[in-house]
């Protein structure tokens, strides 16, 4: 997140260096920058991470234009919501910088590969989807059609919020012995599922556990911790008139909508009495209790004011193939 905030910051002190400027002379002045979704997430958080992306992806985009540089995103994602996963043309639709210039590049990771191109027509559907919504945003350049600034400003505050209160629920003393006992961790870290180690080193800090193995033991023990808490305390902090705002923000912003709406997918996801099992097999009584009784509540109030939001009676009221599936 930290990276994110300064990001304008980093690619001034680049652009600035005469060296940098004569390579990407070289390059046709096309500068490719890559964002992470995955570590940002881990980081600071569902709501914190994806505000912080879409603001870098914008402000990059106008010094960008304002010194004649070609910029193309390399889009980092997961399979995941809480990696960057979900629908890739509403996403895109709703991040129009994403595809800044008529350009993208992105990943497609290992557990979603089958399920998008192992069929032929679904591959071409899937390739289609996301070649229209770069066409989309570039010909009837949808990245004049901003939020209104006070907008931006709101969630803003929601987001660094948010970071807050997540970043205080990982530094609380005992996380680390409850992330340890109430998820599937020990097993994979072992388990030689992905390209790289599961550690950036063997300490057994959680910043050095990288965020594919943090995601899938949150996801295995149904907590789906990384992909929504944080957001009920930050909205519980708004006063009725600005949650009234934020509802309709979400009616005319589709990146906004489109977090929440991913975030209650989250939320339907996840389910505390399988994640209360898990939680059972941490040996401190009172750090099990502590933690499980934190992450209760604030799934309790995300889920009070993200359908406050909505408008919706029910998680997924809207979407009800995808709750029957789950």
């Known amino acids: 997140i930290g990276d994110l905030d300064r990001s304008l910051e980093l690619v001034r002190e680049l652009w600035d260096n005469p060296e940098s400027r004569r390579h990407l002379g070289g390059r046709g002045h096309l500068q490719e920058v890559m964002l992470g979704y995955s570590d940002s997430n881990k980081d600071g958080g569902y709501l914190a991470a994806n505000w912080f992306l879409y603001r870098t992806q914008k402000t990059l985009c106008e010094e960008a234009d304002r010194r004649g540089i070609r910029l193309r995103f390399f889009h980092g994602k997961g399979g995941t919501i809480d990696r960057g996963g979900g629908l890739s043309y509403r996403s895109l639709l709703a991040q129009p910088h994403?595809?800044?210039?008529?350009?993208?590049?992105?990943?497609?990771?290992?557990?979603?590969?089958?399920?998008?191109?192992?069929?032929?027509?679904?591959?071409?559907?899937?390739?289609?989807?996301?070649?229209?919504?770069?066409?989309?945003?570039?010909?009837?350049d949808e990245e004049k059609r901003n939020v209104e600034s006070d907008g931006e400003v709101q969630l803003d505050r929601l987001a660094r919020s948010s970071f807050a209160h997540y970043r205080k629920l990982l530094e609380t003393p005992g996380f680390i012995d409850y992330f340890r006992g109430a998820t599937p961790i020990d097993l994979i870290e072992h388990t030689r599922i992905g390209s790289r180690p599961s550690r950036r080193s063997q300490t057994g800090d959680i910043s050095e556990l990288r965020a594919i193995p943090w995601v899938f033991a949150w996801t295995q023990s149904r907590h789906l911790l990384p992909a929504w808490y944080g957001i009920g305390s930050a909205l519980a902090e708004l006063s009725g008139a600005e949650h009234n705002a934020m509802a309709a923000l979400y009616r005319k912003w589709p990146f906004f909508a489109m977090l929440i709406d991913n975030a209650e997918v989250s939320l339907a996801k996840t389910d505390l009495y399988i994640a209360g099992r898990y939680a059972s097999l941490v040996p401190d009584a009172k750090i099990r209790a502590t933690f499980l009784g934190r992450i209760t509540a604030e799934y309790e109030l995300t889920t009070r004011h993200v359908l406050a939001i909505t408008g919706h009676r029910r998680l997924l009221e809207k979407q009800t193939r995808l709750a029957e599936s789950i």
């Open 98 to 140: 994403a595809s800044h210039g008529g350009s993208i590049r992105l990943t497609e990771q290992g557990e979603v590969i089958f399920v998008k191109y192992g069929q032929r027509d679904i591959a071409r559907r899937n390739l289609e989807q996301l070649a229209s919504a770069v066409i989309h945003n570039t010909c009837l």
